[in-house]
């Protein structure tokens, strides 16, 4: 266990302060200025979840991805949902 040259490098670990200023900034990319219209949700959750893996994926790091995105409105109906996964098989 402690041979695992994955758990020892600080280079190939999981850090979320590097994640989650991209995943910000795809969520910024993709809804700046939009005000809520349901029939824009599906491709807003496709356009986020795809944006989130090309960016996960650049990091070049040896992980499985999993993205979910979930959109709603604020009046306590209806839910769009979405998964995305990638993974290098190299």
């Given at each position: 266990?402690?041979?695992d040259p994955w758990q020892n490098s600080e280079e190939?670990?999981?850090i979320p302060e590097q994640v989650e200023p991209m995943?910000?900034?795809?969520?910024?990319?993709?809804?700046?200025?939009?005000?809520y219209e349901d029939a824009k949700v599906p491709v807003w959750i496709d356009s986020i979840c795809e944006k989130s893996m090309e960016s996960l994926a650049k990091l070049s790091k040896p992980f499985?991805?999993?993205?979910?995105?979930?959109?709603i409105q604020k009046n306590g109906a209806g839910i769009h949902s979405a998964q995305s996964c990638f993974w290098d098989v190299r």
């Open positions: 266990m402690g041979d190939l670990a999981f995943l910000t900034n795809v969520l910024a990319a993709v809804l700046a200025n939009e005000v499985k991805y999993i993205v979910t995105c979930l959109i």
